[in-house]
């Protein structure tokens, strides 16, 4: 008879690590290590310095339900429930999009431009869990906000984050088809975008584990541009004289989303890389705005 094997961290650690890469994920190693962390409720070197360490039988089996959904593709934020954005743990769902790394440039980006105007009324337009909207007011305690999704699901992990990371009295929520359901004669100094701008024909070739994000948060209609022509044709009613536009952008969609831009009256234009290289937003206003220098030197 053979002794039953002692599953000890590094043990189960190198077996998931082989399983996930079978599944070709593409962070096996990183992701058991994470998955391990949370059922221990540890950080990553506690792991390290206890590798001999068995696990017992009830962490075990939470770890290998983990697992399990992991292999099949599930985000890892969904199975960890929340997502760091910025400062703060964000709580995700399946109801949003889990926010990525791409977005914080936005948000820093905005939160600067935003510094030139008093006390900035923002509109963050599709605003999933929140991220952007949470983060800006966070950064800018003058500023108070209204957040839009066509979700209620959404909106309402947003309505928790607002409220856990202290911002809720200064956020409302509306849910709205973009403007539609916004108060008559409201008006916004700040209006940011994440919208769904993958085009449709390109879904399917997504990852694995972005097509388990809402379709509703990624589909940007036959050119991924459908969201900024409503948004930008809807602007200049809901944006002050001295306010700016913020968008995020998918790849290749830079030139067309300026040209929307200066097409709807916002002369004043900037495009902007992320970190890879990609062009990621944009930025826009009229000719005239106090901050135009501001705004232009955010090109590169
Ligand atoms: N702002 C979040 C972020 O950056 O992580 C989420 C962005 S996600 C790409 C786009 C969001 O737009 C989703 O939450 C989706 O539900 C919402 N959305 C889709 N269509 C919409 C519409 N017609 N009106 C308002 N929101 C919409
Ligand atoms: N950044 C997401 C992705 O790469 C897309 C989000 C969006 O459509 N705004 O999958």
Redesign the pocket.
Known sequence: MTAKPIWTIARVLDWTKQYFADKGLENPRLDAEILLCSVLNCQRITLYVHFDQPLEEHELAQYRGYVARRAAQEPLAYILGSRAFMKYDFKVTPD??V??PE?ELLVECAAKLAGNIEKPELL??????G??IVSLLDMLPNASGTA????PG?LKVAQQNAESIGVAQRLKFVR???YANLLQGAKFDVIIS???YIPSADIGTLAADVKRE?R???DGGADGLD?YRRIIAGAPKYLNDNGFMAF?IGIHQGASVADLCRQAGFGVVAVRHDYAGIERMVFAAKEGITYADALLELAD
Do not use: K, Q
Not at 124 to 129: L, N, W
Not at 148 to 151: F, G, I, K, L, R
């Open positions: 949003v999009l926010p990525r977005t963050d337009i599709g605003t999933g869990s991220a952007i839009v999704d066509v979700s959404a709205s088809d973009l994440n919208p769904p809402p509703l948060a990624l969201f995020e």
